[in-house]
């Protein structure tokens, strides 16, 4: 197996710069704005964009939390029992300006999961997509992000893996991609 790192903790302070700032060009008064982090990975950098907003900006935003594991299209489909994260959605999303922040876009799946738990908590007016990794040519719905990261080129058997430092046991904020050596005869 191979380790190859894509973004380390001083690229990935640049690329959140970015993304804010982004996000800021749209939203700019935020007047209608609300974050919303992706569990379970998606959390971690949704809190740090939203702290890096609320200081750029002076000004609160709501910030909450959606778990998608229930709307899941796959969720009856494995064997094991998946474990549900916590949602916290402490406002209305009905009129809002949906900002849905998750770590890896990979398939899309998991975003039309949270589009459809989204809708729980009221209709929003419109929804943006952040996402750290954009892993591309790997869409099996036609969903796309607003605002990106990184756009990595993957194969199928090529995992991203995003390590944060919010994360148990990491010390290091790295994007690596993995990918299984091959051996040729």
Known sequence: MEKLIIIDHQLLQ????????????????????????MQPR???????????????LQKEIPFGYLDTTFYRDDFRRKD????????????????????LVDDVL????????????????????TVDLAVLIDRKYSRDLPIQANYVGKG????????V???????EGI???????ISKKVISE
């Open 14 to 37: 640049i690329i959140i710069e970015r993304l804010c700032r982004q996000i800021i060009e749209k939203h700019d008064s935020f007047k209608h704005a609300v974050i919303l982090g």
């Open 42 to 56: 998606g959390v971690f950098l949704a809190q740090r964009i939203h702290k890096k907003l609320e200081d750029l």
């Open 80 to 99: 094991i029992q998946l474990k549900a994260n916590e949602t916290k959605v402490p406002f209305a999303i009905e009129g809002k300006n949906v900002i």
């Open 106 to 125: 990979y398939t899309g799946r998991t975003v039309r999961a949270a589009m459809d738990a989204m809708i729980a908590f009221g209709r929003p007016q």
């Open 152 to 159: 990595v080129n993957c194969l199928p058997s090529e995992k």
């Open 161 to 167: 893996l995003v390590e944060l430092t919010e994360q």
């Open 171 to 177: 010390t290091q904020d790295n994007i690596w991609l």
